[in-house]
């Protein structure tokens, strides 16, 4: 008896357990209100009557991100903030762009797994799985990387020139975790003691890396 319950609660729990992405579409489109609250992350939709051709199309990866910081590079994104078309669809695309040695540093994105497509430069992308491997290779133009689910991961520029690398998200708000930031540079501040012990460092390491951010 009890193995039957067991067998029933598994098989009708197993498609919402497996529902791991972004909802289905339930209209052809549902170009996003921004000035709407937001429900589960998708946003109403912008009335019919006023939606155009220019909605559907996106110029925001067309031009260079400004990469004068201290990592050299800039993300610039295509999500639903940015590109309301993209809202219920379950997908956005971001643009990478990285100086000579620039890095985008390890970040995991909570809700999505990420392609992407070196589109110029010579990129090192490398992802870390739970179980602490790490993967790697040296990409150039026309070769692509997958990143699944929530793993930490990076794009390095080891080439001469600048690089740029357009990524595909499987949701339309990805979310991102960048480690650094998310440990130094928070607010409040993550008590020193805890950062400390984390890297088992003492407390003036832990301050030094915190006035950096
Ligand atoms: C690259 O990893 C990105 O998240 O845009
Ligand atoms: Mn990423």
Redesign the pocket.
Same mark, same amino acid.
């Given at each position: 008896m009890a193995a039957l319950v067991l067998y029933l609660v598994v098989f009708l729990l197993a498609p919402f357990l497996s529902h791991a992405a972004d909802p289905d579409p339930l209209l052809d489109f549902c170009v996003a209100d921004l000035n709407a609250s937001p429900s589960f992350a998708s946003f109403p939709c912008k009335p019919t009557s006023n939606v155009t051709s220019e909605d559907f199309f996106f110029d925001g990866l067309m031009n260079e991100g400004n990469t004068s910081n201290s990592f050299g590079s800039m993300?610039t994104s295509g999500n639903v903030l940015a590109f309301p078309a993209v809202n219920m669809l379950g997908i956005s695309m971001?643009r &990478?762009d990285l100086s000579p040695n620039g890095l985008?540093p390890p970040?995991s994105?909570p809700r999505a797994s990420?392609s992407?497509v070196v589109m110029k430069g010579r990129v090192l992308v490398g992802f870390v799985t739970t179980g602490n491997v790490y993967y790697s290779k040296v990409l150039v133009p026309g070769q692509m990387f997958v990143?699944p689910r929530g793993l930490v991961?990076f794009?390095k520029n080891v080439g001469g020139d600048k690089a740029v690398?357009i990524?595909a998200f499987n949701s339309q708000n990805?979310g &991102?975790v960048r480690l650094s930031s998310t440990l130094f540079d928070t607010n409040p501040s993550i008590p020193d003691d805890v950062l400390s012990q984390t890297f088992l460092v003492d407390r003036n390491t832990v301050e030094g890396i915190r006035s950096n951010f």
């Amino acid at each position: 008896m009890a193995a039957l319950v067991l067998y029933l609660v598994v098989f009708l729990l197993a498609p919402f357990l497996s529902h791991a992405a972004d909802p289905d579409p339930l209209l052809d489109f549902c170009v996003a209100d921004l000035n709407a609250s937001p429900s589960f992350a998708s946003f109403p939709c912008k009335p019919t009557s006023n939606v155009t051709s220019e909605d559907f199309f996106f110029d925001g990866l067309m031009n260079e991100g400004n990469t004068s910081n201290s990592f050299g590079s800039m993300v610039t994104s295509g999500n639903v903030l940015a590109f309301p078309a993209v809202n219920m669809l379950g997908i956005s695309m971001n643009r &990478v762009d990285l100086s000579p040695n620039g890095l985008n540093p390890p970040h995991s994105h909570p809700r999505a797994s990420e392609s992407g497509v070196v589109m110029k430069g010579r990129v090192l992308v490398g992802f870390v799985t739970t179980g602490n491997v790490y993967y790697s290779k040296v990409l150039v133009p026309g070769q692509m990387f997958v990143i699944p689910r929530g793993l930490v991961h990076f794009q390095k520029n080891v080439g001469g020139d600048k690089a740029v690398i357009i990524a595909a998200f499987n949701s339309q708000n990805p979310g &991102v975790v960048r480690l650094s930031s998310t440990l130094f540079d928070t607010n409040p501040s993550i008590p020193d003691d805890v950062l400390s012990q984390t890297f088992l460092v003492d407390r003036n390491t832990v301050e030094g890396i915190r006035s950096n951010f």
